[in-house]
Nanobody, 124 residues
Framework: VQLQASGGGLVQAGGSLRLSCAAS????????MVWFRQAPGKEREFVSA????????YYADNVKGRFTISRNNAENAVYLQMNSLKPEDTAVYYC??????????????????WGKGTQVTVSS
């Protein structure tokens, strides 16, 4: 699976961004699609996931209620709508795929494929 994330940028605190991740190469619906992020000097952390064909979605506690993950299987794409952004959301955001995955709090090593990241910067 090839993954390409986009949509990052600079936004003021309280603002919104929508990240997109386009997938190609394998049967998209066989994969959980997962968003991670990595801030400078910190480990890559789980943000949100969409189960492989279950419709279930999962969120890290620190984004729950502000971020929404969605996927369009017809277009092989997954999105992350980020609202009420905070400076602590500043990070490089990565999309990743896990075969037949359906869960939360993934470790980066659980993923089968990665896309290049997109920078999100939230100014105070």
């Amino acid at each position: 699976v090839q993954l390409q994330a986009s949509g990052g940028g600079l936004v003021q605190a309280g603002g919104s961004l929508r990240l997109s991740c386009a997938a190609s190469g394998r049967t998209f619906t066989n994969y959980a699609m997962v968003w991670f992020r990595q801030a400078p000097g910190k480990e890559r952390e789980f943000v949100s996931a969409s189960g492989w064909n279950t419709g279930r979605t999962y969120y890290a506690d620190n984004v729950k209620g502000r971020f929404t993950i969605s996927r369009n299987n017809a277009e092989n794409a997954v999105y992350l709508q980020m609202n009420s952004l905070k400076p602590e959301d500043t990070a490089v955001y990565y999309c990743a795929a896990k075969l037949l995955g359906d869960g939360s709090n993934y470790s980066p090593r659980d993923m089968n494929y990665w896309g290049k990241g997109t920078q999100v910067t939230v100014s105070s």
